[in-house]
């Protein structure tokens, strides 16, 4: 596997909020997050770090997670001790309240790829050269477009496209959605919305298949991001497979 992530702050936002991991065990167990934190004072900093932070932990303790139930079940436990964490950390420092942030997850094994997430942080597969959404956003217009009420054009340039329906340290309980994903894919693309605000899929797909190294495709990617406005901040873990592996 080839694996790279990497975090800017964008071209507008004075700070960064964003946070991320990817992080592999012994046993081919791939684990790649991104949370993208919310609130003042640096406060969705504190969310995001406290939720990569307590993944990484928690994973590096796990010698295998070869069962996808008992993964399924990690992930959903995972989420839950987050958004308590967050929760109590607010409720020691009252000026933090209202802090979140959302969470994408992917854990690869050489058995299932499983993909989790909270918020409007993206999930992709790479499979038969295409770029293929599998997280679904919890986001306002995302609810109004099922419902009927909003185009997806429309929903493109609604004033409120960025307010979310569900967060860590927003709602309790939490709720994580799971998506079992097709094994034979060819690689993991997770992001913030920075990067999904600024590029389409078929921009990020041109740079992903342009036969660039790893490293300067995610690099290219963030530059095309600022040079469209990077009015965020803008993560992405990415991860490929390379020939012989599962």
């Known amino acids: 596997m080839k694996t790279f992530y990497l975090t ?3 071209k507008v936002r004075t700070h960064n909020e964003d946070k991320g991991t990817i992080i592999s065990n012994d046993k081919n167990q ?3 997050a991104i949370a993208d934190g919310m609130g003042g004072h640096k406060a969705g900093e504190v969310a995001s770090s406290l939720a990569i932070d307590y993944l990484t932990l928690e994973f590096n303790k796990q010698p295998n997670i070869s069962d996808k139930n008992d993964a399924i079940n990690w992930l959903r436990r995972m989420v839950n001790e987050i958004n ?10 009252p000026e933090n309240k209202g802090m979140g942030t959302t969470l994408v997850i992917a854990l690869k094994t050489d058995d299932y790829v499983l993909f989790g997430n909270i918020g409007d942080s993206s999930g992709f597969v790479i499979k038969n050269d295409k770029l293929h959404k599998v997280t679904k956003d919890h986001t306002l217009v995302n609810l109004l477009v099922s419902t ?4 997806v054009e429309e929903a493109k340039f ?6 979310l329906m569900r967060a860590l340290g927003a709602n309790n309980p939490i709720e994580i959605d799971i998506f ?9 693309l997770l992001c913030s919305d920075g990067l999904t605000n600024m590029l389409t899929v078929e921009q990020i797909e041109k740079v992903l298949f342009s036969h660039l190294a790893i490293d300067e495709a995610v690099i290219k990617l963030i530059r095309k991001s600022n040079s469209r406005g990077g009015t965020d901040n803008i993560s992405i873990a990415y991860l490929t497979k390379e020939s012989g592996d599962l």
């Open 148 to 151: 009927g009420e909003l185009t």
């Open 180 to 188: 079992d994903v097709d094994t034979s894919i060819k690689g993991i």
């Open 158 to 163: 609604h004033p409120r496209k960025n307010v």
């Open 84 to 93: 308590e964490k967050i929760f109590n950390y607010t409720a020691a420092n």
């Open 30 to 32: 791939y684990l790649l």
């Open 8 to 10: 800017d702050a964008g």
